[in-house]
């Protein structure tokens, strides 16, 4: 059994944050962020909350895919950025979409979420204990960032991205993933949610860090390296692969791996400059944006490849149908 993507949907918040209005909070130009980074704005839930994105999304890919809510069995929702600890973020989206059949709860990791995710919900398609799940990544990573820290606020947005996925006895899907906790420094958040039993310290607000020279490095090797390993593994010829659907983290990134695999820049899509780094959400959200576009057509072989914290790394190989 495989999982085929069956609808996708997409939701991204009104609120927009283009770089000349950045610079005016922080010191930075419009000119420095679309050189370094490929983002022209970012788009910030200052009322949605995650899983109301999540659930909008959801909705999309539902409707897409002709599915009643209440006969989803599994929601995944990839997040770090969860507006609650408890309930989980799927379980609001089960709330929200009345699906109320489904069993639900979230994965972190980070940039890699969404691929992980659907590895997640691949195993269990595949193993047959659900026959369809909803895939869905979203972040509010606007409430993670310091805005006063131009290394990092210039570069992440807010939005949710999913995919449905039905169990079908044909189909193609195959993955490979690495992660490197003794690299995890170099990208990290520490929780609000600081020790109160023994001690009872002001805890200080925690913001996202991020060594980007480190984290930047990591990408253009290990991105390449990974999709290599899977087209090796697969033994496709990377000329059969019809587009590379890269997490959205920085525009260079995706222009080096390009490179690297000796692959042309158009089989890499790219929508950075309108929603930044959504991590968990930026792979959904191209997918869908490509989806409804009508560039995907049956038989296309995709890879859908990301990094982020961890730090962890992971491709994917599926066939579009
Ligand atoms: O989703 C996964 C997580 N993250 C990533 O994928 C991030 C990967 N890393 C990156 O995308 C890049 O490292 C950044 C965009 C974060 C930074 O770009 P960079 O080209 O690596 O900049 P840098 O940190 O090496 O800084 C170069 C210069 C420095 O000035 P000097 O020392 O050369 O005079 C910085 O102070 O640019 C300066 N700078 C800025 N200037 C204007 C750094 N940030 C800014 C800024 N505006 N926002």
């Known amino acids: 059994m495989t999982g085929r993507i069956t609808g996708t949907g997409s939701w991204v918040p009104e609120q927009v944050l283009d770089n000349e209005a950045l610079s005016n909070i922080v010191d930075t130009s419009n000119q420095w962020i679309r050189e370094r980074t490929g ?6 839930a200052e009322q949605e909350t995650t899983a109301e994105m999540a659930a909008k999304a959801g909705k999309r890919a539902l ?9 989803v069995e599994l929601i995944l929702v990839a997040t770090i950025s969860g507006n609650e600890i408890l309930p989980c973020t799927a379980c609001r989206v089960q709330e929200m979409l009345g699906a109320v059949q489904a069993t639900c709860f ?7 979420g969404f691929l992980f995710a659907l590895n997640t919900a691949q195993a269990y398609l595949k193993s047959g204990i659900y026959r369809n799940a909803l895939v869905i990544g979203a972040e509010s990573l606007s409430n993670l960032i310091n805005w006063k820290d131009r290394g990092t606020c210039i570069l992440f947005g807010d939005g949710a991205g999913a995919a449905f996925l039905e169990a079908e006895e044909s189909g193609r899907y195959a993955q490979i993933t690495h992660s490197d906790g003794e690299k995890g420094k170099a990208l990290t958040c520490s929780s609000r949610n600081q020790k109160q039993y023994a001690e009872h310290p002001d805890a200080p607000e925690t913001y996202m860090e991020m060594d980007g020279r480190e984290v930047f490095k990591f990408a253009v090797s290990s991105v390449p390296q990974v999709i290599q390993e899977l087209l ?37 899509p790219v929508n950075i400059q309108e929603y930044g780094n959504t991590s968990g959400a930026s792979i959904p959200i191209l997918l869908d944006e490509l989806n409804r576009k009508g560039c995907l057509q049956p038989g296309d072989k995709l890879v859908l490849a990301a990094f982020g914290a961890g730090l962890s790394y992971g491709a994917s190989l599926l066939e579009w149908k």
């Open 39 to 44: 983002v022209e704005r970012r788009h910030i």
């Open 63 to 71: 409707e897409q895919a002709k599915v009643d809510p209440a006969k």
């Open 106 to 112: 979230d994965l972190n990791s980070a940039c890699t």
């Open 232 to 268: 090796e593994k697969e033994k496709i010829p990377k000329e059969e692969i019809r587009f590379y659907i890269l997490h959205q983290a920085n525009i260079r990134i995706i222009q080096s791996v390009s490179k690297r695999l000796g692959e042309a820049e158009e089989k890499f």
